[in-house]
C-alpha cells in the first residue's frame, strides 16, 4: 500500500521568509498528488494538485509544487510567506489504478509570525 | 465554500450510543468518500461511494456503515460509540472516480 510521509512536523516562519515544505511517497506505480490546506478551524481547501505533464505545478495564493519522479517527491514552495499562510498542510497521493481515496501524510504545521 | 455540505456540525454523545452524520456532495459529483481525521491517526479514508454503490473500503470499523442515497447524498452511521471515536469526520465528493475531491466542512465528534 502506499504511503506518505511529511517530514517536517512544525515549521515556524516569520514573515516573507521562503516556505519549503517536503513530501514523499512510496508507490512505483503512477500517483497523482496533491496538496491541501486546513485552517484553523476549517475544513482542507485544494492548494494544488498534479495529475501530469508539467512537474511544476503551481496552485492558489503563490503556492507551488515540483514532482521530482526519481525522488518520489512533490514538495511545496512558496517564495515569501504571509502571516495568513498559518495553517496545517496535507500532502496527499491517489494512485491511477483501483481505489481512488487519498492517502494522506501527517501534516505539517506552519507558523507565520509577524 | 467548496460545494460540499456536513450537517450536524458538532455532536456529543455517549459511549454505546449510535449516530448519524450526513453528507451533500457539490452539484453534479456522483463519488462521495468519508475520512476520519484523530490526533493519533490522522486524516485516514474510511470509504467510498459512486453513484449509490460501495466502491472502497479503507480502515473502517466494522461498527460503522454507511450508504449514498440515490439523490447522492451519503449518510455515516457510527454504532456502539467508543471515547476513542471522537475524532472529526470529512466527506468529500468528486465528479468520477478519477477526478480531484472537494472537502467538506466537517462533523465533530465528541464521544463522552
Known amino acids: 500500500a502506499q504511503s506518505v510521509s511529511q517530514h517536517n512536523h512544525h515549521v515556524i516562519l516569520s514573515e516573507a521568509a521562503s516556505l519549503e515544505l517536503g513530501c514523499n511517497y512510496s508507490y512505483g506505480g503512477t500517483v497523482n498528488l496533491f496538496w491541501y490546506v486546513q485552517y484553523p478551524g476549517q475544513h482542507l481547501q485544494l492548494l494544488l494538485k498534479y495529475f501530469s505533464g508539467d512537474p511544476l505545478v503551481k496552485g492558489i495564493k503563490g503556492f507551488e509544487a515540483e514532482f521530482i519522479k526519481s525522488k518520489f517527491s512533490f514538495n511545496l514552495r512558496k517564495p515569501s510567506v504571509q502571516w495568513s499562510d498559518t495553517a496545517e498542510y496535507f500532502c496527499a497521493v491517489n494512485i491511477d489504478t483501483g481505489r481512488r481515496a487519498l492517502t494522506f501524510g501527517s501534516g505539517t504545521r506552519l507558523q507565520v509570525q509577524p | 465554500d467548496s460545494g460540499v455540505t456536513q450537517t450536524p456540525k458538532h455532536l456529543i454523545t455517549a459511549t454505546g450510543q449510535r449516530v448519524t452524520l450526513r453528507c451533500s456532495p457539490r452539484s453534479g459529483d456522483l463519488s462521495v468518500y468519508w475520512y476520519q481525521q484523530s490526533l493519533d491517526q490522522g486524516l485516514q479514508f474510511l470509504i467510498q461511494?459512486?453513484?449509490?454503490?460501495?466502491?472502497a473500503k479503507g480502515n473502517i470499523l466494522e461498527r460503522f456503515s454507511a450508504q449514498q442515497f440515490p439523490d447522492l447524498h451519503s449518510e455515516l452511521n457510527l454504532s456502539s460509540l467508543e471515547l476513542g471515536d471522537s475524532a472529526l469526520y470529512f466527506c468529500?465528493?468528486?465528479?468520477?472516480?478519477?477526478?480531484?475531491?472537494?472537502f467538506g466542512p466537517g462533523t465533530r465528534l465528541l464521544v463522552l
Open positions: 468529500a465528493s468528486s465528479v468520477g472516480i478519477q477526478e480531484t475531491q472537494y
Open positions: 461511494y459512486y453513484n449509490g454503490e460501495e466502491r
